[in-house]
């Protein structure tokens, strides 16, 4: 059984340049929730999408964008990044939109912004 | 507004020593809390949760958690550390705020745990 899968696993972006993440969540799990964990702190909730729609947001700026797909999987969009973009963003899937069901979380995409 | 507060952002013991990581949490109604851990360069793994049940939650690899509300707290325990134990701790909360909070984890700043031979 696949857990969560996250590509790519590193990326370099210039400042101002646009950046796609890609997330298939774990079979099954039809929500998907992304998190920015900049060094040394903990994760920051970005977004959460269920039915395909954003359901929830963080305090993340109108850059941070997103989509899920129909088979669930879900893309996060950075446009006009910067340098304090820079991070691991984790995506995480969980069956339906209880609080209680667990979250199982990909392991990362790294972010760079020279 | 809900928040996690984790005392220490590091912890070394001895192996077989007592592990205890401290966390803290604020919120204005009951909240459900988890520990994750992180290897490096790896994504967070669930140990273990409170979902308002039993107050002493077991979890995985031998740790286990009690739920205090009278002191907002959920510190994370494990009776013997091992070398495999060395890695990031993290304690999160959220909360079924009339139903809108549909999962959002709030995590705290994380504590690095050290492992001495």
């Known amino acids: 059984d696949a857990g969560v899968t996250q590509s790519p696993t590193h990326l370099i972006k210039t400042r101002g340049q646009q950046v796609t993440l890609r997330c298939s969540p774990k079979?099954?799990?039809?929500?998907v929730s992304w998190y920015q964990q900049a060094l040394g702190q903990g994760p920051q909730f970005i977004f959460q999408?269920?039915?395909?729609?954003?359901?929830q947001r963080g305090n993340f700026p109108d850059r941070f964008s997103g989509h899920q797909f129909p088979n669930y999987s879900s893309e996060l969009n950075v446009n006009a990044l910067l340098l304090g973009d820079s991070a691991l963003y984790l995506c995480?899937?969980?069956?339906?939109?209880?609080?209680?069901?667990?979250?199982?979380f990909g392991p990362g995409t790294r972010l760079t912004v020279t | 507004a809900q928040s996690v507060t984790q005392l220490g952002s590091h912890v070394s013991v001895s192996e077989g020593a007592l592990v205890l990581l401290r966390c803290n949490y604020s919120s204005s109604v009951p909240p459900y809390l988890f520990w994750y851990v992180q290897y490096p360069n790896q994504g967070l793994q669930l140990l273990l949760k409170y979902t308002s049940a039993a107050t002493l939650v077991k979890g995985i690899n031998g740790f286990e958690a009690e739920f205090k509300k009278s002191e907002t707290s959920f510190h994370l325990t494990k009776p013997s550390a091992h070398m495999s134990d060395a890695a990031e701790y993290f304690c999160a909360a959220t909360t079924d705020a009339g139903g809108t909070s549909y999962g959002k984890l709030t995590f705290g700043q994380g504590t690095i745990l050290t492992v001495h031979p």
């Open positions: 999408y269920y039915e395909e729609e954003e359901r």
């Open positions: 995480a899937s969980s069956s339906g939109l209880a609080v209680s069901y667990e979250q199982y």
């Open positions: 079979s099954g799990h039809d929500t």
